[in-house]
Structures are given as C-alpha cells and as structure tokens.
C-alpha cells in the first residue's frame, strides 16, 4: 500500500520586466521582485477563488495575509525585457500561519527561489492586526 | 590572556515611513522595507569611505554589492508617521561575499531583523556580472 | 495705505537620491519624484499641526487629499548622492480643491518644479470618493 | 481635394492593479500610474520594431526617452482588481523632443489623461545627457 502522494496546487503569475524595474548596474533591483512576489501570493489566492481582501474583511474579518518570513536566495539576474513566471504554491497549511513558495524562472533558467510564511490578519479595535486561523472556507477553495 | 572581543561596526540609517509606503491595511508594503534595507547597505559603505559605485568601477571594476540571499523576520508592523531606524552591520566577510545584517527599529520596539548575503560584482564584457573578491581597498575601510 | 502682500507658508521637505531610485541611464527614474513630492504634500501639512489622516478621517471624514491635476517640468536630471530640498507652498486655497506647488532643489540648481491640484477627500457609503470644502480647521492651520 | 487626416499610430499596454500599487485609502497611490505610463512608453516603442535601449546606445547613441514635461489629469481612482488599459500614441513629432499621450482605461470610464514632452537623449563624456534629434530609423518605424 502506498502513500498517497499530494502536489499541492501551482498558481503562475507572468510579469514582464520593465526599464524603470532596473538600477544604474542595468539588473532588477531586488526589491521590485518582492513587489512581484506579493502580486503572486494574492493572484494564487484569486484564481482560487478567493475574494478580494475588502471582502473577506467584511465577510471574515481577514484584511489580507501579511508576511512574517521571508527566505529568498537570488541565482541569477534579470533585465528589462525579459518575461518572467512566479510559480507559487502552498505546501503547508498551520495553525495560524501557511508556508507559500515561489519559482521565478525566465524560461528554463530559476532567477530566484523564495519560502515565506504569512499569517491570514484580522484587526483589533485600537487597529492593530493579529493571527487568525485559516478561515476553513478560505483553505478548503486552496488545497 | 584574553581573547579581543571586536564589536563590528554599526550604521544607523534612518527613515521616515510616508502615506505612499502603507497599504490598503494601513501598514507599511514590505517590499518598502527591502527598499530601505538596501540604502542602509550603500550608506554603511559611503559612511565608512567607500566611494560611489560609478566610481568604484571605473577604479575596481566593483559595480555594487548584489544581494544573493536574504533571510527576514518581520516581528511588528510600522505605518505612515513612525520614524525607522536602521541598524547595519557587517558581521562576516567570506571570500567572494559577506554577510549582511539589519534590525529595524521603532524606538525601542523591533520590526523586523535581516540576515543577507550580497557580493562584490564585476561585470563581463557581455554584460553579465561576477562576483569578485573584496577589493582590500574597501574591506579595510569597513572592519 | 498699501496692499498687504502675503507671501504663502513654504515647507522644506529634504530627500537623499538612493541608488534604487535610479534606472538603467543612472539619474533617476521619474515616477520617484512623484514619491517624494508626495510625501512633502503630507508633510506641508503635518508641519501646519494637521493630524494623520487616519485621526482626520474619524474626526472630520476627511481621509487624505487625492491629487486630480499635475503640471511638472523636469529641467535637470539628478542621481545618487543627491540631497534634494523640496520647497511646498499652497498658492491657492478653492472652494472645494487647492493648488500645490513644489520646486525641487539640489543646492541652488532647479531639478524640477511642479503645480498640482489636490482635493480634500471623503469617502461615500459605497467606498467611492468625492472632494468636500476644505474643512475650516484645517484652512486655517495652514494659511 | 481633401486634406488626408492621419490617426496616430495606437499602442495598447495592459496593466493589472495589485494589491500593493493601492495606500491605505484603498485607491491605486498616484506615483504608480507614473510607473505603469513610462512602461506604456517604452512598449509603443518596442512594438514599433525600436530594440531595447542598451542597444541603441551602442547603435545610434540613444540612452532612452527621459521625460521632460508631464501634464496629468485624474479623472477617477482604480483599485486592487482592476485591469487598466493604457492607449498611447505619439500625435506630435518636433525636432529635438515629442509629444507622448495616454489615456488610461477601465473599460470604458477613462481614468486619466496625460500629455508628456520626451527627448531622445544622448549621453556625453562627463556622464550628463543632452536632447538629440530623433534619429530618422527611429521615427521612420513608429509614425
């Protein structure tokens, strides 16, 4: 009898690198792949089917999935012009928290790998956020 | 006898958080914060004498210091108002790269901690860049 | 008997030119300027005694001044190292909108100036915006 | 006879509106439609056969199209969601600058207008850049 062996669901977000993407070295600046990043996480949730945060901030109370870890190593460099695809999966649900994990690659060639862990937020009433579980309806369209 | 202890040396660089830097959940977009790690790396360098980048190449062939890997922890959230002060230190240098390090803080409060890995690049002919060696010229500058 | 000639409050707003706010040409990449611009709109306004827009929102439903016009000439370019002085004056207070101006500064050389029109903003039931009179309180914290 | 009336060559450039472009009023932050409208501008030249500035340097000494004037009017906000639409055309050629439009587009409710004055800019021994007249293999592809 064999384990069952789960791949957990891949979301692939296309972006294409702009000129004003790049510092005077003439490669993106590093900070502009976690703009991407980000736009990633939310389209995964998205094609989920997931509604927007204004939404579920009605409906859930969740505003959104700020990050609270981020490894990311960088392998190669990218410039304007070039296409890109983020592969971004989740291969972990917990308690409060879920690891998301992004591929960048041009074609076959991996720019850079990224582990994160978010919390799904919700808001006090003095406005400060704070760790929720999963909402089950949120999880269940994602798995 | 005693062994030397050396605490290396430490930059402050501070920032301003602004209205544009927040999200729709009123806290600072993340990527902002790599923004701002990035110029307490270049200002650590030009506080301890290292020349600008286009200087530096023409002289070393150093165009900047890439950033090849980072680990954050993002501990509290900051919003448009605080005032960040960034504290950068260069904890190891290794052959072809050196260790970065970062704490954000909020008066005494922490917002996030950074552990990066960045290089000395050089670039090809076709463009391309490398990682070169320390020059000696900028490494004794900053221990 | 003369006529009084009021000249308008002016705040200084300081920027350092980063290395990421630079593009491929190495000066720097024009959307950035509308960062910094801005943040010195805000800051005009904080420097006047007016609250964070979080706090003018519960008190007086104003929930930030949205530009709807923007007129700039960019005259030199600048680069990093720059320190920029961004001088903000409000020359003209309408009915429901006021006109912004800016020069931006690198000692005594003009690298841009720029009029805008902004809008005290509200915000409607259904989230949609719409620009309110200039709440008396704040007019006259400013002028 | 009639006077022949040439429409402009129209380029459309796509954008998605993310989470992250918005501040905390919810509504896309003004300095990003800058970001997205200097893509615009870049890819009308891309689609007319113009190859990437790096080389066009080597080629013809072009460094890229720096702008010089921008007037802008906001019409309506976006958000997180939206699709944009951004139709360009270069109506006016002049001898050393022209004049770049866009018209941003949710559907059918145009969300800004903007009117731009770019160079051709070249770049001298020292490092600054001057205006150059469009070079004739350039202007031949995109009228």
Chains 1, 2, 3, 4 share one sequence.
Not at 59 to 88: C, N
Not at 94 to 115: A, H, N, P
Request: aromatic share 12%; with cysteine; proline share 7%.
């Amino acid at each position: 009898m064999s384990s069952a062996i789960i791949t957990p669901r891949t979301h692939i977000h296309r972006v294409r690198v702009e000129f004003g993407d790049c510092d005077p070295a003439g490669i993106v600046w590093f900070p502009n792949f976690f703009r991407w990043i980000d736009a990633a996480s939310r389209h995964f949730f998205v094609t989920c089917g997931v509604p927007p945060w204004r939404e579920t901030e009605q409906a859930l109370g969740v505003i959104g999935t700020p990050i609270v870890d981020t490894h990311t190593r960088f392998m190669r460099t990218a410039s304007y012009g070039d296409t890109l695809d983020i592969h971004v999966q989740v291969p972990e649900w917990r308690g409060k928290s879920f690891v998301q994990r992004y591929r960048v690659m041009r074609g076959d060639t991996t720019i850079l790998e990224c582990d994160e862990v978010r919390i799904f937020a919700g808001r006090r009433e003095d406005g400060s956020i704070f760790a929720m579980p999963a909402p089950p309806q949120i999880r269940s369209l994602c798995e």
